[in-house]
């Protein structure tokens, strides 16, 4: 009978995979028919509870396991007492009773450890891991995760890798969190676990919906419904039909049933799991579609107050509340709501001191923003437009400069990578090649997520409404603050700029024109997509062009499309404005227009022209110069000019200034003058890396110098990237800059000089010299690299990015 037992208590957890729930329960219950031991008894207590967390069903797998009590518990076998814990904390995890999952945890660790069963140590210690990221402690969850995966155990990790991305995606690091998915699944179905490839899908339709991408994530939730269906996990089954509702209520229509689909939910008390806040907001916004605003407001309330949820729910809530404030014509209440979302945004990525994260993290403010701007269009103030987009646009880069250092492991990996792209770039194709990437693309993953759960302090508190004490900005803001629009029409005035500040709506493309002494207004630019595909065309022809420089006629016909391009682009973008001479221009770009050569357009033609992310940062005064003007200029391989470049830069510069006379100058030599010295020249090549672009990289003699290894914080003010595509920028959701330009001016730069193309090595090396002889000699970088430009046509692709910058004195 004992023998028979047993072998219904195993196979009740495969059952529930072929069978469905009520089958596996039912051998369960068999089992407790059978036989009046009480430690069977127990058992068949801790496999219900397994059984019912297979299918998320956190209640009652707690109330299964309630039925074993402290005297069942020391009938156990350890690794049996270990089971139970781990389901219980993993049950009040879900639920997000915090303080009873820590305490099982705790115990399940202790007792894998003691026990040295490492498949249950494992897991104690990813569920911590898991606890952290309920807990907001980001950097923490990933570390945890991590020691998890250093467990040698041979257990399938296809939830475990699901777990981290969940974490990468409150992060904000979509493109990481969506690789890590697909590795998940690839796992899930080669150890053919349905329901996690099912659960896996939902989050792969969460990582579509930060993008807004409607059509992927329905088509990843309808394929999740078909395995619930299939297997029976109803619970499941009913909390993606539930999430399939929010998007299409997302798309601005009511899906059919859902007032059927809402009543399980709504009849519970106030929402406290994710899929009852979920139902909450599924609820709020089928009555706003609906037109019913006094119902909406009613079931907002069920929202209120503190709960433990992740930045994307609490963005969720707050747009809810605007949207239920604005329909009820309360748009002070409604613009309050936003503020406050924004400023939550600023202080979670603050903390963090990775470049990566800062940058992510206005993923979540996606529809926020699209609001806000909204209202702020169809009022016609172009100050409530001003203050809208800046609001929202480069958080990372209003935030004091990043400031931890590198470690000993990131330094070992940084080499390894930094020989594995060396080696890559010398092999042909083949398999050797295919295992060189392989291994290229884990090292940058290791590297990324050690950056990742790096941080200045703890982010357990950052998800509070109030922020820690700070200190102010020279400008007299508190860090990630936006700039007002008085005050950038004031900085503007003095010093005689106006500030083209470009962005997009509802896929329309718009430039806001802001000066002091002007009357500020919004123009109309054409679709998103048209614009883009100017800009594509314009860069396309200058690297066309760079390439044909050695062929007379192919040169002459290249030149002539890039002048078309040129004037087309001008024409869209500046339009009809007319601008004062020596009037200069400050461009803060929209996602579509970041890497355009501003500098080239006839409408900047001769002017100063700055590339601004934020224009808080840009209208941010410079802080007093500390010592005398110190100058590295160094050179890398492979380029026939850059070593005399190097040279005459140093030369221009004088006493105070050091050259690299051999290319041979190392990382080690770029960071160091980066972390002492004031001006830095780079004479190299150079690669942008659109799908990781803070893996864009400098090329010296040990290979290249990659964005992740760049001191924190550095002490030049301004640097200049001789060297080809390193100006590019991709921008994400929240127009947030990710490239090395954009990763020197987040560590602490005031201003980078960068090219968005190739530029012929002859061309720069007689252009830059130029370009230094005028900013030693005081004059502000950006008049400099404007006048520079006009003598030299072939330099266009140069622009000035961050902030205007000036030599504080000429060295002796």
């Known amino acids: 009978m004992t023998a028979r037992s047993r072998i219904l208590i195993t196979l009740a957890w495969t059952t529930v995979a072929l069978h469905g729930r009520d089958e596996a329960l039912a051998l369960l219950e068999e089992v407790r028919a059978l036989t009046d031991s009480p430690r069977l008894h127990a058992l068949t207590w801790v496999q219900e509870a397994v059984v019912h967390v297979s299918l998320a069903d956190w209640r009652s797998a707690l109330a299964a396991l309630a039925h074993v009590d402290d005297a069942s518990m020391q009938l156990l076998a350890p690794r049996e007492r270990t089971s139970a814990l781990l389901n219980g904390g993993l049950s009040h995890l879900s639920l997000l009773e915090l303080g009873e999952a820590r305490a099982e945890l705790h115990e399940a660790l202790a007792l894998a ?9 494992f897991k104690a210690r990813h569920n911590l891991g898991c606890l952290e990221f309920y807990a907001g402690n980001l950097p923490e969850a990933i570390s945890l995760m991590r020691a998890a995966d250093d467990v040698e155990v041979p257990v399938a990790r296809a939830r475990a890798k699901q777990d981290l991305a969940q974490v990468l995606l409150e992060s904000g690091l979509l493109t990481q969190a969506r690789d890590t998915l697909h590795g998940a699944l690839a796992e899930a179905r080669t150890e053919h676990l349905a329901l996690e490839e099912a659960d896996i899908r939902l989050d792969l339709a969460a990582c579509a919906l930060v993008e807004g991408d409607a059509t992927s994530a329905r088509n990843e939730l309808g394929a999740a419904i078909r395995i619930y269906r299939a297997r029976g996990a109803e619970g499941r089954q009913r909390s993606t039909l539930l999430l399939r509702a929010a998007v299409d209520l997302g798309s601005g229509r009511v899906p059919r049933g859902v007032d059927d689909l809402l009543v399980p939910w709504l009849q519970t008390g106030r929402p406290v799991t994710a899929e009852e806040r979920l139902a909450a907001r599924v609820h709020v916004e089928t009555l706003l579609l609906r037109g019913d605003v006094d119902g909406a407001a009613d079931a907002a309330q069920r929202l209120r107050g503190a709960a433990h949820q992740g930045l994307a729910g609490d963005m969720h809530d707050r747009l809810l509340f605007a949207k239920v404030a604005a329909a009820q014509g309360d748009s002070r209440s409604a613009r309050r709501e936003v503020h406050a979302s924004a400023r939550r945004l600023g202080r979670r990525a603050a903390p963090t001191q990775s470049l990566e994260v800062r940058a992510a993290l206005a993923l979540h403010g996606r529809r926020l923003s699209e609001f806000d701007l909204g209202d702020a269009l169809s009022s016609g103030s172009a100050r409530r437009i001003f203050d809208s987009v800046e609001r929202w646009r480069a958080v990372s880069h209003r935030l004091p400069p990043v400031s931890a250092p590198p470690d000993a492991e990131t330094a070992e990996l940084m080499a390894h990578l930094r020989q594995a792209r060396l080696r890559l770039g010398s092999t042909a194709p083949g398999e050797e090649e295919a295992s060189l990437r392989s291994q290229v693309a884990s090292l940058e993953g290791r590297i990324a997520e050690r950056d990742w759960s790096t941080s200045g302090r703890s982010e357990r508190n950052a998800t509070q409404d109030e922020p820690a004490p700070v200190a102010g900005t020279a400008s007299g803001r508190t860090p990630g603050e936006a700039a007002g629009f008085t005050g950038t029409r004031a900085a503007l005035g003095e010093r005689d700029e106006v500030a083209l500040v ?20 919004v123009r109309h630019l054409g679709t998103v997509a048209t614009v883009t595909t100017l800009a594509d065309r314009l860069v396309r022809d200058l690297r066309a062009q760079a390439f044909a420089a050695t062929n007379p006629a192919l040169a002459a016909a290249v030149g002539r499309a890039v002048d078309a391009s040129l004037a087309e682009l001008d024409r869209v973008v500046f339009g009809d404005l007319r601008l004062p ?15 355009v050569p501003w500098t080239a357009l006839p409408g900047a ?16 005064p410079e802080p007093p110069a500390e010592g005398p003007t110190t100058v590295t200029s160094l050179a890398g391989p492979s380029l026939r000019r850059a070593v005399a470049e190097a040279a005459d830069v140093a030369a221009v510069w004088g006493s105070g200034s050091g050259a690299d006379h051999g290319g041979t100058q190392d990382s080690k030599r770029l960071v160091t003058a980066l972390a002492t010295d004031t001006v830095v020249h780079v004479a190299a090549h150079g690669t942008h890396e659109r799908q990781n672009p803070f893996f864009s990289s400098l090329h010296l003699a040990d290979g290249p110098v990659f964005a992740h290894e760049l001191p924190r914080p550095l002490r030049s003010r301004h640097v200049v990237l001789s060297a080809c595509d390193v100006g590019q920028s991709d921008l994400r959701p929240g127009d947030e800059p990710f490239g090395l330009t954009a990763a020197l001016l987040s560590l602490g730069a005031r201003s980078v000089v960068a090219a968005v193309a190739p530029v012929g090595d002859e061309v720069a090396a007689v252009a830059m010299v130029d370009y230094h002889r005028r900013l030693s000699s005081g004059v502000p970088a950006a008049r400099a690299l404007a006048v520079t430009v006009a003598e030299h046509p072939g330099a266009r692709a140069f622009c000035l990015y961050g902030a205007d910058w000036a030599a504080p004195h000429t060295p002796a």
Not at 502 to 521: D, I, M, N, P, T
Not at 581 to 595: E, K, T
């Open 605 to 620: 033609a001769g002017r100063p022209v700055t590339v601004a992310a934020s224009l808080t940062r840009w209208a941010t």
């Open 113 to 121: 450890v003691e026990g040295g069963v490492v498949e249950q140590e």
């Open 581 to 595: 001479d020596g009037c200069g221009v400050v461009v803060a770009p929209s996602r579509a227009l970041a890497s």
């Open 502 to 521: 470009l962005f997009a709506h509802a896929g329309q493309q718009y430039v806001l024109e802001v000066g002091a002494h002007r009357r500020s207004r």
